[in-house]
């Protein structure tokens, strides 16, 4: 098993994704939203799962900064500013293979690593 964590290291929840999958030795490819975006595909991929609103995080202070608490915006706008503006995004975002995850949801992982 190998999953993909993309958020960043001051998060909380992403610590605590990383520590989850160390624990029981899943192999992690992290990615640091602080100096990587993940890419439109990937964001797709999640948008597509969960929704462009269920990715913003809209207490984040790029949210309030880039003035989005104020309009209205569609989803395609909204996926182009989450592609440009990372800080934004509900993390972590987690991949395996084609099981996703969005926050802290320690119980998928664990039927996750369960069903291994």
Known sequence: MHVQIF???SCPDTRKAERFFRERRVRIHFVDLKQKAATKGELRRFAQKFGVD???DRDSKRYRARGLHAG??????LLDYLEEE????????I??????TLGHDEA???RWVEGE
């Open 7 to 9: 958020g960043t290291k």
């Open 54 to 56: 269920a990715l913003l």
């Open 72 to 77: 209205s915006y569609t989803e395609a706008q």
């Open 86 to 93: 990372p800080m934004m995004l509900v993390t972590p975002l």
């Open 95 to 100: 991949r395996n293979g084609n099981r996703l």
């Open 108 to 110: 998928e992982w664990r």
